[in-house]
């Protein structure tokens, strides 16, 4: 009887270690990933994919010029399902300029990246930026 304890007893810790090893492990996987947004310098707008993210989630955002002629505009929308509002923004300078920026998700829901190349419909830009989010 006391073997039999002993024995569930080490199944349960291994269990609970094990099951916490894979939800650790899971939560560092999602928290490093960056959704991808790339300008071409045909484009003067371009808008990233939604991501999900929950109110408190720390929410880091970048951009990075590759020679681009103009500088970029570029920020983070949270969409409600009806309309965008803009949460933060940057501008990375011509050339190989670049800006980067984090804030508190003020919303549970979507939120995408979008960059605008120079002023009003100027073509010219050329770079990449990110999104990314951490519990």
């Known amino acids: 009887m006391l073997v039999q304890k002993l024995n569930n007893h080490k199944v349960r810790i291994v269990f609970m270690f094990a099951l ?5 492990i899971g939560s560092v996987i999602a928290s490093a990933k960056d959704y991808k947004l790339t300008m071409p310098p045909t484009e003067h707008s371009v808008i990233g994919d939604f991501v999900f993210i929950f109110k408190g989630d720390s929410v880091y955002y970048e951009w990075k010029n590759s020679g681009g002629t ?3 505009g570029f920020g983070v929308y949270y969409f409600d399902g009806q309309s965008s509002t803009l949460i933060a ?3 990375a300078g011509s050339g190989n300029g670049g800006a980067w920026d984090s804030f508190t998700a003020p919303y549970t829901g979507n939120y995408f990246l979008k960059a605008n190349c120079g002023g009003e419909g100027q073509t010219g830009c050329k770079g990449s930026g990110f999104i990314r989010y951490e519990l």
């Open 89 to 91: 923004n940057k501008t």
């Open 20 to 24: 916490s090893l894979m939800l650790t």
């Open 70 to 72: 103009h500088g970029v």
